[in-house]
């Protein structure tokens, strides 16, 4: 079975531009979840999907939305980006809402 | 914000010997998870403890959770230049009104086993 596939691997934007990450989920996986995780800290939670709803939100600006898909993949929008958005943004998925996640190996973005 | 906090931030120890590793945490848990990261890539899932067990063993890591104190370690017996990774702690709990679960993450502990 596939892992959790993130693309693309790594990113450079520039400030202001836009950016949309794309994440597929393990197979029967029905949640998946949006992390940033900046150069030295932990991830930190941006946004929950399971069934195609929104389940949860991090503390993160209006620039950053998601959503999910009927074959529960989901995408991450980063708007008129800044050079802190800069960081390694990680998917993860799960059966249930909660329990053990399997994360993707993750897009780095580099703002300039 | 972060609610769990790894202690030590850093931990260097030669091969073949033990490495234990700290998290403290702040609020009200369903499980607590440890993750491993190697070279900044993406997280792997290592052990689940759920708020009423104490203890919980895979392989040679060793996990504890005290809920009275918020505190939990991880020990990995043994080490191997392989476990050179930072090992992360993550509390996941309910987020309310949601119906949801999110996981928290504390900065991390990095592990470095000298062959």
């Known amino acids: 079975d596939a892992g959790v596939t993130q693309s693309p691997t790594h990113l450079i934007k520039t400030r202001g531009q836009h950016v949309t990450l794309r994440c597929s989920p393990i197979s029967g996986h029905k949640s998946v979840s949006w992390y940033q995780q900046v150069l030295g800290q932990g991830p930190q939670f941006i946004f929950q999907?399971?069934?195609?709803?929104?389940?949860g939100r991090g503390n993160f600006p209006d620039r950053f939305s998601a959503r999910q898909f009927p074959n529960y993949s989901s995408e991450l929008n980063v708007n008129a980006l800044l050079l802190g958005d800069s960081a390694l943004y990680l998917c993860?998925?799960?059966?249930?809402?909660?329990?053990?996640?399997?994360f993707g190996s993750g897009t780095r973005l580099t703002v300039v | 914000s972060q609610q769990g906090e790894e202690d030590p931030q850093a931990l260097s120890i030669q091969e073949g010997e033990n490495a234990t590793m700290n998290c403290s945490y702040k609020t009200s848990i369903n499980n607590l998870q440890w993750y491993r990261q190697n070279s900044g890539r993406g997280l792997v899932h290592l052990i689940l403890i759920r708020s009423n067990e104490r203890e919980k063993h895979s392989g040679r890591l060793r996990v504890t959770l005290d809920t009275s104190k918020k505190s939990s370690s991880l020990l990995i017996t043994a080490s191997r230049a392989a476990d050179t990774a930072s090992y992360f702690c993550a509390t996941d709990a309910p987020v309310s009104g949601a119906g949801s679960y999110q996981l928290t993450f504390g900065k991390g502990t990095k592990l470095s086993v000298i062959p």
């Open positions: 999907y399971y069934e195609k709803e929104e389940r």
């Open positions: 993860a998925s799960s059966s249930l809402g909660s329990g053990g996640y399997t």
